[in-house]
């Protein structure tokens, strides 16, 4: 009799403090867990309200697509973005060629030659790099840059392609080697042996074990880069000249989509056709970001089979 | 003698982890070694082939010579020790790539031009057949070895070896990551590579070293206890310290 007692006196214990503590703590975690999915749907959501109708129904798509003509405030005013978008594409993919190599490199430097001191001061300093605020970098471009530029090439602009793209590629580096370098490490170690047991030099063992192996997570460092190219936004609007343009070299200026959407949004009207094709841009970078995530994803899955299922 | 050292002492930073080591390895005999954890017996396999130089913190004194030439040598090439010298680990480390890719890679490091698709071919088919592995994959080869078993890709591992035509072949407890069977498949496959090539192995198991091997050399601390033919170290094991252990009293 006194042994029942006791067990419901525990059972009704179970349900005291620690029991609501714990019932709070699994709300709140379930609440951090599903806010990511709320937020990118409620942003999709935004977006999608205030420019995919107008996007689908007045805009006219195919001027929106292939005219170089941006003359949103004209009397007769021109929605074209192809200029914005060769403009980020030209930036983006300038920057890549400068990134792609300094990254790697860099992640393969630290991941497999660094040791010790050496190795952590360099993550260190990387990691430093890519907290940088982007307007630093903006005007790094603008005041160190574009003299530079005008007096090494002899071009009457410096705020052009190269000047962003070299700022973007900088930009971009820090974030890629870290995740390169997570992707070099990520590589088990048995596999650099085993090759180094068969006689590879430390070259081959990275050009023929490490850098295959860690396929997968070195194009996920690079389309980081590249999504991040295509959203930077303040860097960009100061160091391209922000003029629309189709550029035809390096030294031409050119205006980005993002630069475009934060430099004008502010001056239109609520809900006037400028506002409206504003939103239009951002769907469209939307999609295209929407499209490199996708493109990894298939990658990703695609490598899979080279990596193996005990690594 | 296929393997010998002499006075073969070994650091690993202030440690010390081989004192004084003299070992006779005999050409086409598999040769166990066994002991309890740390006494140092894997340390002195990752000497033969020098992949303990790996760690930058080794430091090594004495002669290591294999069949008359010492590999610690200056100007050796490890290139050179390691096509000579095959190794085998303790977790099977089958690279990430084809089958095919597998048993090719190392002739692919060394070689300038590569063999042609039927050379390849060729040697694919025996170095696969040498490990009796050949019926298993012979109609996957193009399929990533990681995907095999265990058993496989320890195979895989040894074969992958045979196109360098190696004289000595150094394993570190190859069997302890299979079970029971795949550990008898093995086994059987390092008694059947025997004679050809020069089998050093070490383990754990004492029932291995007793089953699948010539010779047998007992470390403590660092330092060789005992080397004798393995039949006579389980029978009549001559120092105090190897019978204890051998007969399970510590270790």
């Not at chain 1, 360099?122 to 630093?136: C, D, F, G, Q, R």
């Not at chain 2, 080794?58 to 030439?69: A, H, L, M």
């Not at chain 2, 086994?187 to 010539?214: C, F, K, P």
């Not at chain 2, 206890?225 to 007969?247: C, K, R, S, V």
């Amino acid at each position: 009799m006194s042994k029942s007692i006791v067990s419901t006196e525990v059972a009704a214990n179970a349900r005291g403090s620690a029991w609501w503590i714990d019932q709070v703590a699994r709300i709140l975690v379930l609440l951090g867990g599903i806010s990511a999915i709320v937020f990118v749907l409620a942003i999709f959501g935004f977006v999608a309200k205030e420019g995919l109708g107008y996007m689908l129904g007045d805009l006219d798509l195919v001027e929106f697509f292939t005219s170089p003509e941006w003359r949103p405030t004209a009397m007769e005013p021109n929605h074209g973005i192809l200029a914005l978008l060769v403009g980020t594409a030209s930036v983006t993919g300038l920057a890549m060629l400068i990134a792609v190599p300094f990254s790697i490199g860099a992640a393969i430097f630290i991941g497999e030659f660094a040791t010790g001191k050496t190795r952590e001061i360099l993550k260190v300093l990387v990691e430093l790099l890519a907290a940088i605020p982007s307007v630093v970098w903006g005007f790094i471009g603008l005041s160190i840059m574009n003299p530079l530029i005008i007096e090494v090439f002899d071009v009457p602009v410096g705020l052009n392609v190269l000047n962003a793209g070299v700022i973007l590629g900088l930009m971009a580096a820090p974030i890629m080697t870290t995740i390169a370098e997570d992707a070099l490490k990520a590589v088990p170690d048995g596999y650099r042996e085993a090759a180094e047991a068969l006689g590879a030099t430390r070259w081959q063992v990275i050009f023929k074990v490490v850098l295959p192996s860690a396929k997968k997570g070195l194009v996920a460092a690079v389309l980081l880069g590249v999504g991040r190219g295509f959203g930077e936004t303040m860097a960009v609007l100061m160091a391209t000249g922000h003029s629309v343009n189709l550029p035809t070299s390096p030294f031409d200026s050119v205006r980005a989509m993002t630069a475009t959407i934060a430099a004008e949004l502010g001056e239109t009207a609520h809900g006037s056709d400028h506002y409206k094709v504003l939103f239009a841009i951002g769907i469209t970078l939307f999609f295209i970001t929407f499209v490199i995530n996708m493109a990894a994803d298939i990658f990703v899955r695609g490598g899979l089979k080279m990596s193996g299922k005990n690594s | 003698m296929a393997v010998e050292t002499k006075g073969l002492s070994l650091w690993y930073g202030s440690f010390q982890a081989l004192f004084d080591v003299d070992i006779s390895i005999r050409e086409g005999k598999v040769t166990s070694m066994i002991g309890p954890s740390g006494c140092g017996k894997s340390t002195f396999l990752r000497t033969v082939n020098r992949i303990n130089e790996r760690h930058s913190y080794v430091r090594t004194e004495g002669s290591v010579k294999v069949f008359g030439e010492d590999v610690m040598a200056e100007g050796v090439e490890l290139v050179q020790v390691r096509k000579q010298v095959g190794m085998v680990f303790q977790r099977p480390n089958a690279l990430p790539i084809s089958i095919r890719d597998n048993v090719l890679f190392g002739l692919g490091l060394h070689s300038k031009k590569k063999p042609s698709k039927s050379e390849g071919d060729d040697i694919v088919e025996k170095s696969l057949k040498r490990v009796l592995l050949w019926d298993n994959v012979k109609d996957k080869l193009g399929t990533v070895a990681t995907s095999l078993s265990l058993e496989e890709q320890q195979k895989l591992c040894i074969a992958r070896l045979l196109p360098m035509k190696p004289r000595v072949l150094l394993m570190d407890e190859p069997c302890s990551a299979l079970d029971p069977k795949a550990t008898a498949a093995v086994e059987d496959l390092i008694w059947e590579l025997r004679g050809e090539y020069t089998i050093l192995i070490v383990t754990h198991n004492m029932a291995q070293a007793r089953r699948a091997s010539d010779e047998c050399i007992f470390m403590l601390l660092g330092k060789v206890i005992e080397h004798t033919e393995t039949g006579e170290m389980f029978l009549t094991p001559q120092n105090q310290a190897t019978a204890d252990y051998i007969e399970g009293r510590y270790g």
